[in-house]
């Protein structure tokens, strides 16, 4: 239960034993979106060691959404921010020709 940063009767004491994913392209901005409606949340923004962020959040049934950037979306702002193609590929755990490709979107 490590990876969604809850204890394991949390999991069974809720219907939060299912999630549906999303990918969000402008995930800066879905997150400050989110900001104005009353979320209850599993967890804030948090970003994995390949560099993806996510953030989980329950909807009015109690069933957990998470929405996260997507890897091509990862793997551009990681070039945005200086990091070589190899570098990415390594940090994204992404072959070189994948990072190649996110170059071309």
Known sequence: MDFIKKAEQDVLNKPNNFELYFEEEQFEEFVER??????????????????QRIIRFYDPDMHIIEVGESMETVVKRFIGQGLSVEETAERTQHPIEFVRQCMTL
């Open 34 to 51: 989110l900001k104005s409606f009353k979320i209850n949340y599993v967890h804030d923004v948090i970003e994995y060691p390949w560099g």
